[in-house]
Antibody, heavy 126, light 107 residues
Framework: EVQLVQSGAEVKKPGESLKISCKGS????????IGWVRQMPGKGLEWMGI????????RYSPSFQGQVTISADKSISTAYLQWSSLKASDTAMYYC???????????????????WGQGTLVTVSS | DIQMTQSPSSLSASVGDRVTITCRAS??????LAWFQQKPGKAPKSLIY???SLQSGVPSKFSGSGSGTDFTLTISSLQPEDFATYYC?????????FGQGTKVEIK
């Protein structure tokens, strides 16, 4: 059974750093892209970026480029989303999601999503 | 970026109703269109990919159609568990973009 299990809720202060995780199981982690999606309170879904754990090939949305870093550790089947200096506006639920399509399809963006993680709530407040 | 516009933003319907949600892309996206369902406090669930293909385990009361710029999601007979917010998403090219969502409420 494919599962994406995310790390728990975080409460941080502005300016602090943070790294949240998404652990994949039930499939070959290195062969499927993992993306990240933000959902601010009461709002819709926003795509942040995606990584291919096999070789760490990464794509970012221009809206999030330079604001976050996406990485993966294939030895422990885990993808990460990190911030170096959080802002109050980073308060949101963050979801990871898997694409079942090939590396080639996702390289240009033409790949779908099948499984989602349960979400990690990040609260940034002084 | 490709803009995705859903209509309506919300709708009220009764159990047993047939419901249709529309999604329009600002430029042609072939059939690179997905639909997701999200219930309050839960992660999104993938329903449809490639505009009309059901994800594994999704009941056949859900169907999708369209190509190019205009797409629809239809729920053939609305059940209590279908009351949720539905999002479309284009994956023709990066950056992926989502519609603003359609909230389906009980009449």
């Amino acid at each position: 059974e494919v599962q994406l299990v995310q790390s728990g809720a975080e409460v941080k202060k502005p300016g602090e750093s943070l790294k949240i995780s998404c652990k994949g199981s039930g499939y070959s982690f290195t062969s499927y892209w993992i993306g990240w999606v933000r959902q601010m309170p009461g709002k819709g879904l926003e795509w942040m970026g995606i990584i291919y754990p096999g070789d760490s090939d990464t794509r970012y949305s221009p809206s999030f480029q330079g604001q976050v870093t996406i990485s993966a550790d294939k030895s422990i089947s885990t993808a990460y989303l990190q911030w170096s200096s959080l802002k109050a506006s980073d308060t949101a639920m963050y979801y990871c999601a898997r694409s079942p399509d090939s590396k080639e399809y996702c390289s240009g963006g033409s790949c779908s999503i099948d499984y989602w993680g349960q979400g990690t709530l990040v609260t940034v407040s002084s | 970026d490709i803009q995705m516009t859903q209509s309506p933003s919300s709708l009220s319907a009764s159990v047993g109703d047939r419901v249709t949600i529309t999604c329009r892309a600002s430029q042609g996206i072939s059939n690179y269109l997905a639909w997701f369902q999200q219930k309050p406090g839960k992660a999104p669930k993938s329903l449809i990919y490639a505009a009309s293909s059901l994800q594994s385990g999704v009941p056949s009361k859900f169907s999708g159609s369209g190509s190019g710029t205009d797409f629809t999601l239809t729920i053939s007979s609305l059940q209590p568990e279908d009351f949720a917010t539905y999002y479309c998403q284009q994956y023709n090219s990066y950056p992926w973009t989502f519609g603003q969502g359609t909230k389906v409420e009980i009449k």
